[in-house]
């Protein structure tokens, strides 16, 4: 059964880097017919694509976002990782690993879901 | 950007009854690439539908998506108590986003 895991500091400085790892089990990173993905969700908010991936290492960004995200793949590890530079209390946020189903082309849903890892942007 | 708007906001309805869910589109979604979730409080969300009307693996069959291009419901008969949660459409026909939710609550 595939699972997904987020991992990574729950507390981020203002101004700093916000650095999660997603270690994928049960099933290969190294797929072509998968996206793997960060999507967040700020306190009692709706849900916010950050960005995805593909085992080749394509990555696309949410527009909003992609000057700031940085999104890596490590196959040997069957672990995705996000960067997100210079945070703002506004990205605080709960985030969520996600596989991503891919459709000919860059289109893709997403199918499983880790349980996602608060982030606090606090001082 | 394509924008979805989810109507109503908010809903108030008692388990046994039928409700539909309005996901409309700021421009026709490609393919009809359409998503449907559902999100319980503290979890992460649960795919329900894809391409508009498929049923994920394990979604019981009182979920039914349709619509097409820019207009798309989520059905949902026979209400039961472990519906009630908040709802999502996502498009993924260009670049991928979200709507706004739609609470479904116990009256």
């Known amino acids: 059964q595939l699972q997904l895991q987020e991992s990574g500091p729950g507390l981020v400085k203002p101004s700093e880097t916000l650095s999660l790892t997603c270690t994928v089990s049960g099933g290969s990173i190294s797929s072509n017919s998968y996206y793997w993905g960060w999507i967040r969700q700020a306190p009692g908010k709706g849900l916010e694509w950050t960005g995805s991936?593909?085992?080749?290492?394509?990555?696309y960004y949410n527009p909003s976002l992609k000057s700031r995200v940085t999104i890596s793949i490590d196959t040997s590890k069957n672990q995705i990782s996000l960067k997100l530079t210079s945070v703002t209390a506004a990205d605080t946020a709960v985030y969520y690993c996600?596989?991503?189903?891919?459709?000919?082309?860059?289109?893709?849903?997403?199918?499983?879901w880790g349980k996602g890892t608060t982030v606090t942007v606090s001082s | 950007e394509i924008v979805l708007t989810q109507s109503p906001g908010t809903l108030s309805l008692s388990p046994g009854e039928r409700v539909t869910l309005s996901c409309r589109a700021s421009q026709s979604v490609t393919n009809n690439y359409l998503a449907w979730y559902q999100q319980k409080p503290g979890q992460a969300p649960r795919l329900l539908i894809y391409g508009a009307s498929n049923r994920a693996t394990g979604i019981p069959d009182r979920f039914s998506g349709s619509g097409s291009g820019a207009d798309f419901t989520l059905t949902i008969n026979r209400l039961e108590p472990e519906d009630f949660a908040v709802y999502y459409c996502q498009q993924y026909g260009t670049s991928l986003t979200f709507g706004q939710g739609t609470k479904l609550e116990i009256k």
């Open positions: 996600a596989r991503g189903v891919r459709h000919p082309g860059y289109h893709f849903y997403m199918d499983v």
């Open positions: 991936i593909f085992y080749t290492g394509s990555a």
